[in-house]
């Protein structure tokens, strides 16, 4: 009885998780990519909303623009405008590794930051256009 326990392997999980794996950036890309993705079944809801409201008629349309440019708003629509262009230039980083590139370490982190940075830059960039066209700046 004593020699069977003796032989019987330690216990292991199952899957490392966290607790074995360091956060790498190509891991946080990849998360970032699933909840941007996630996000935008949300923020198109908002735009189907916007687009009602322009068919509803000039009262509940001026209610819904009234939503959407409060303070808020605006918050929710940059936050939309940022994970639509990060989903994808996400999406266009996959599709280079579709082709069989990038795979290298090197390659992988420069293509997961250059998605952080285009991203962000693409995003301030529009915003600072879209409000130049509003007349906000």
Not at 22 to 27: D, G, Q, R, T, V
Not at 31 to 60: C, E, F, K, N, Q
Not at 100 to 106: N, V
């Amino acid at each position: 009885m004593a020699n069977a326990d003796m032989q019987r392997p330690k216990a292991r999980p199952l899957s490392p998780h966290l607790q074995i794996y360091s956060p790498l950036i190509n891991m946080v890309m990849s998360i970032v990519h699933r909840i941007t993705g996630a996000a935008l079944y949300v923020g198109t809801l908002l735009l189907a909303w916007w687009l009602v409201a322009i068919a509803s008629g000039p009262d509940y349309f001026a209610y819904v623009n009234g939503i959407m440019g409060s303070p808020l708003g605006l918050i929710v629509l940059l936050g939309y405008s940022w994970a639509l262009l990060h989903h994808m230039i996400g999406g266009i980083r996959h599709l280079i590794w579709d082709t069989g590139r990038g795979f290298d370490l090197a390659s992988v982190d420069r293509l997961s930051w250059g998605t952080i940075i285009l991203s962000l830059a693409l995003t301030v960039m529009l915003w600072i256009w879209g409000l130049s066209m509003r007349g906000g700046i």
